[in-house]
């Protein structure tokens, strides 16, 4: 199963690393992560590129001009291979488990189209996937 991560970034300087180091420490890989960047001017285009040296699933995109979350997510997962498609704010973080809680459902359920988790009020586990 081919999985895709799309993170979308906007100044997000500070938090964008750990938003790329949360996908990239999965317990289940993703294929590729696709970080669009959305014409910040904070250096995060700098951080973008430095971690697509070092991790070769990353693969930069950067927009001339800001777009806006909303075009720049969508056409972000128009880039995306694989056949699955999961996203992430440059702000935000996955638990560790996520993508490997996500899989693990969408491959018991052959019908299942999309999958949620949710997580505790702590923010320190998963407290439910569930497929649709």
Not at 97 to 116: C, D, H, N, P, Y
């Amino acid at each position: 199963m081919k999985i895709s991560c799309v993170i979308i970034s906007y100044n997000n300087g500070p938090l964008l690393e750990d938003a790329i180091m949360s996908v990239v420490g999965q317990t289940h890989p993703v294929e590729e992560i696709i970080v669009a960047d959305d014409a910040s001017t904070d250096g995060s285009r700098q951080l973008i590129e430095t971690l697509s040296h070092r991790y070769p699933n990353i693969e930069p995109v950067f927009r001339a001009r800001n777009l806006g979350v909303s075009a720049n997510r969508d056409l972000a997962m128009r880039e995306a291979r694989g056949e699955f498609i999961t996203w992430l704010d440059g702000d935000d973080h996955f638990l560790p488990t996520k993508i490997e809680a996500e899989a693990t459902a969408l491959g018991q359920r052959s019908e299942f189209e999309q999958v949620r988790t949710q997580i505790s009020p702590s923010l320190e586990h998963l407290t439910e996937c569930v497929g649709y």
